[in-house]
């Protein structure tokens, strides 16, 4: 038969819990669980105070208190002396009851003022039975169209309300494991850590909101996962920069040849012709920012997590910014959207975006560092 330590032990192994979490949610001290484990109950300070440990231990392992602790007085039994009636000379009669009385009321003051004073074990109880309902509520979380960040649990629910106005559409938190999966009517969407995706909520082609998953366990599903919600329009709505005359000034484009650092240069489109591009920038983080379209001055601004910027350029548009890790940036040619790399955090960069024309006839759009 199997001692009531080695049950303990071996329904915390399938559980698969630390001594850390269990000393969380039970106010149960590691070294006296290891005690409970160990079968050391000479390490508490007396018998209530062993028992009621022994028992929320059970309660949270999700075994029968009354079984191990059946087990428990059994092999308390087995293991007891020789009454010392049967050694010694009988004690007065009256002596034993009052030595058992005044142990036991000195151990049940003690217990008491463990249980209330010193661990306030009913409080704790209280809470942990509060967090264990709702936990098991599903939270529902109803967009405003303000940005925020919040943490997600599986099962819960963000309600984006329809641009009609008649209702809610449900997006419905799945995994929080590694990536995050957000069930929606339109599909499922995935999304990685530090990645930001725009979501189609309501299926119309258009994106309705930013997500930015900022935090999430690789391993533990329960520690949910931290994510930044930022709608497309509203306050953090896209800053246009309305430049494009009467469109792209070929005799301004120059040749691949003439410009400078022209080796480091990155393709981003190429076409037969040049027209006029956008760049989208959106911050996740606190940046200054500088820009310069074309012929016109520049305009620098500090930005914040959730701000967006538009710059349309004819021939081609100067970037300067203070840590290039807080922003995406997005160019969208013609019928084509380019995705450009992001940067180290804190790291100070400038670049141009610009049409040049290349010896074989061809106009391409590129990316050029500036040192």
């Given at each position: 038969m199997e001692s009531y330590g080695e049950i303990l032990r071996k329904k915390r192994e399938e559980k698969n819990v630390s001594l850390e979490e269990i000393e969380r949610a039970t106010a149960i001290t590691k070294n006296y669980i290891l005690a409970l484990e160990e079968?050391?109950?000479?390490?508490?300070?007396?018998?209530?105070?062993?028992?009621?440990?022994?028992?929320?231990?059970?309660?949270?392992?999700?075994?029968?208190?009354?079984?191990?602790?059946?087990?428990?007085?059994?092999?308390?039994?087995?293991?007891?002396?020789?009454?010392?009636e049967l050694t010694t000379k009988q004690k007065p009669k009256y002596l034993i009851p009052a030595i058992v009385a005044g142990s036991a009321a000195v151990l049940i003051g003690l217990g008491l003022y463990l249980y209330?004073?010193?661990?306030?074990?009913?409080?704790?109880?209280?809470?942990?039975?509060?967090?264990s309902?709702?936990?098991?509520?599903?939270?529902?979380?109803?967009?405003?169209?303000?940005?925020?960040?919040?943490?997600?649990?599986?099962?819960?629910?963000?309600?984006?309300p329809t641009k009609q106005?008649?209702?809610?559409?449900?997006?419905?938190?799945?995994?929080?494991?590694?990536?995050?999966?957000?069930?929606?009517?339109?599909?499922?969407?995935?999304?990685?850590?530090?990645?930001?995706?725009?979501?189609?909520?309501?299926?119309?082609?258009?994106?309705?909101?930013?997500?930015y998953l900022s935090d999430i366990s690789t391993d533990e599903a329960s520690h949910g996962a931290e994510v930044r919600l930022i709608e497309k329009k509203g306050e953090n709505s896209v800053v246009e920069i309305n430049n494009v005359d009467e469109g792209t000034e070929l005799a301004?484009?120059?040749?691949a040849g003439s410009v400078k650092n022209n080796s480091k240069r990155v393709v981003i489109h190429e076409d037969t012709r040049a027209y006029p591009f956008t760049i989208n920038v959106t911050f996740r983080g606190s940046c200054l920012f500088r820009y310069k379209s074309?012929?016109?001055t520049y305009v620098e601004d500090y930005f914040k997590n959730g701000d967006q910027v538009a710059v349309?350029?004819?021939?081609?548009?100067r970037l300067w910014m203070s840590n290039n890790n807080a922003l995406k940036i997005r160019v969208i040619a013609g019928l084509s959207t380019y995705d450009l790399e992001v940067g180290r955090a804190g790291e100070v960069k400038a670049e141009d975006i610009k049409w040049v024309r290349d010896s074989d006839g061809k106009y391409r759009l590129v990316l050029i560092d500036l040192e």
């Open positions: 079968e050391r109950s000479d390490d508490f300070p007396g018998e209530s105070y062993f028992t009621g440990f022994l028992t929320n231990y059970c309660e949270f392992l999700g075994i029968n208190p009354d079984d191990v602790l059946r087990l428990y007085h059994t092999k308390k039994i087995q293991e007891a002396p020789v009454p010392i209330f004073a010193v661990f306030n074990v009913p409080q704790k109880l209280a809470e942990k039975a509060l967090k309902t709702e936990k098991e509520k599903i939270h529902q979380y109803e967009f405003t169209g303000k940005s925020e960040t919040k943490r997600f649990y599986k099962g819960d629910q963000i309600l984006f106005g008649t209702g809610c559409i449900i997006i419905t938190v799945g995994e929080t494991k590694g990536k995050l999966s957000l069930l929606m009517p339109s599909g499922t969407q995935i999304v990685e850590l530090s990645e930001e995706r725009d979501l189609d909520v309501d299926g119309d082609g258009f994106a309705d909101i930013i997500v301004e484009i120059p040749s074309d012929r016109n349309n350029s004819n021939n081609g548009t």
